[in-house]
């Protein structure tokens, strides 16, 4: 989805990524919070704060476009993976 969520660890398994990928359906994956800010401005945000080693975790399908803006907009201040 590309989108910037907080979520419970213990609630991330294999499956609930897929599941929640790939339709609506209830997905075991326990939501904190999801923004409505982009992961690009996040990423500006950690840059106008001096903020280095942030982390972009790509989980399910349809987030690398969101991964990559952010990489691009905090060039060497962000790391990613998944």
Known sequence: EGVV???VGSS???DSIA???DSKEDHNLIENFVATMSAEMFAKK???DSLLGGH??????????AA???LKAYPKGMQIGG
């Open 46 to 48: 950690y840059r106008d």
């Open 5 to 7: 969520k907080q979520i």
């Open 68 to 70: 990559f803006s952010a």
């Open 19 to 21: 599941k929640s990928s």
């Open 12 to 14: 991330l398994t294999d």
């Open 56 to 65: 972009i975790i790509m989980l399910g399908k349809n987030c690398e476009d």
